[in-house]
């Protein structure tokens, strides 16, 4: 049965697994401390929160959490961060750190959507264009066949009515010369 003080720690940490919707499992065995205090500076301007783990904890929480797999995370000194929000903003707010960072800072693991990732594989979020780009994409991908068909369907439309103006535009002449015909006769 664990203490007090880590059934509370077991509780914070199972409330930010359950709220987050990105989490990144880093090694920082090897900064200093003034390092490890610019991390967490730019991770929070960021809106990421930046959490020192212990493993059996992490676990426990993860397990409770209903994310399970978020335990891959964590294997020897790991350092969590959260992301509550955007993923890319989690992912771009790493990949700007990342040239900055000491030698001795790597990502691990990324958690998203139930799945464990590859580190690297947060570049490449990174690299994505922000949600309303896709979505502006997506919707003129979409809206391209739709107007191609629009057109298709209203040509036949179109002729018959150019179709019937002509008859139209033809039918006073038509109706005169029928007219001198029956009197001619």
Known sequence: MPTAKKAQMIEELQERIARSTIAV????????????????????????????????L??????RAGKPTLTQL??????????????LAVARAFSEYLPTAPPAFSIRAVYLDGQVLPGRELGELARLP?????????????QSPLAT????????????ARLLESVANQLPTLLEARARQLESA
Do not use: S
């Not at 920082?28 to 959490?51: N, S």
């Not at 964590?74 to 993923?87: E, H, K, S």
């Not at 068909?149 to 018959?160: F, R």
């Open 25 to 56: 499992g880093t090694g920082y065995r090897g900064l200093t401390v003034p390092e490890m205090d610019q991390l967490r500076r730019r991770m929070r301007a960021a809106g990421i929160e930046l959490r020192v783990v212990k493993n059996t």
């Open 74 to 87: 964590v294997d020897g000194p790991t350092a969590l961060a959260f992301g509550y929000g955007d993923i």
């Open 58 to 63: 992490t676990r426990l929480a993860a397990e």
């Open 149 to 160: 068909l629009a057109g298709l369907l209203e040509a036949p439309v179109t002729e018959l």
């Open 130 to 142: 922000a949600k309303e780009v896709l979505l502006a994409q997506v919707m003129g991908q979409l």
